[in-house]
């Protein structure tokens, strides 16, 4: 199971809008609901921000959304902040004897 | 408090074994499939292994399967990771994570694990 494909670094501006995009493919991201994002500071452990393709978890910011088309998944997070800059990680179930596979990661840069 | 903390890491050489463990507390843990998620220095996530809710089944990704062994223990709030040849591309930092809903929502502080002679 191959992992998901990311952009290596998205940067923005504060108060901009920015999307990370996750490819897979029919066997995971485009078969399943269940592509999850996560958030990563340097030297600390994962933090989930958007489950089962579009849900948010209880505290985390309406900033941040998720959406699906096709084999492609995106995270978009809407007036970037500075606390925005972290290492961003998608992930989709795949149903097969491997169930998970993460995305390769996104640095994301606030300008 | 609901939390995970991970322990048993360390420096083991080739071929060696060493074995984790993942302690839950401020949740029901029986309800609940978990997972470990490892990630070598300077690397991306990667998913390792997951366990259902009662122990009875557990599934492993292919460059573990064959060497890990994932297990629980419900009465004592546990969870176990037995790594066996350990081969140098096993360094990481493994996490263990509560697992519902296709997703990783609550992760432990990791604990390191170094493959070298």
């Known amino acids: 199971q191959s992992a998901l494909t990311q952009p290596a670094s998205v940067s923005g501006s504060p108060g901009q809008s920015i999307t990370i995009s996750c490819t897979g493919s029919s066997s995971d991201v485009g078969g399943y609901k269940y592509v999850s994002w996560y958030q990563q500071y340097p030297g600390k452990a994962p933090k989930l921000m958007i489950y089962?393709?579009?849900n948010r978890p209880s505290g985390v910011s309406d900033r941040f959304s998720g959406s699906k088309s096709g084999n492609t998944a995106s995270l978009t997070i809407s007036g970037l902040q500075a606390e925005d800059e972290a290492d961003y990680y998608c992930?989709?179930?795949?149903?097969?004897?491997?169930?998970?596979?993460f995305g390769t990661g996104t640095k994301v840069t606030v300008l | 408090e609901v939390q995970l903390v991970e322990s048993g890491g360390g420096l083991v050489q080739p071929g060696g074994s060493l074995r984790l463990s993942c302690a839950a507390s401020?949740?029901?843990?029986?309800?609940?499939?978990m997972s470990w998620i490892r990630q070598a220095p300077g690397k991306g996530l990667e998913w390792v292994a997951n366990i259902k809710k009662d122990g009875s089944e557990s599934y492993y990704a292919d460059s573990v399967r064959g060497r890990f062994t994932f297990s629980r223990d419900n009465a004592r709030n546990s969870l176990y990771l037995q790594m066996n040849s350990l081969r140098a591309e096993d360094t990481a930092v493994y996490y263990c994570?509560?697992?519902?809903?296709?997703?990783?929502?609550?992760w432990g502080q990791g604990t390191m694990v170094t493959v070298s002679s």
């Open positions: 089962g393709v579009s």
């Open positions: 401020g949740f029901t843990f029986s309800s609940y499939w």
């Open positions: 994570a509560r697992h519902p809903y296709s997703s990783f929502e609550m």
């Open positions: 992930s989709s179930y795949t149903g097969s004897s491997t169930p998970y596979v």
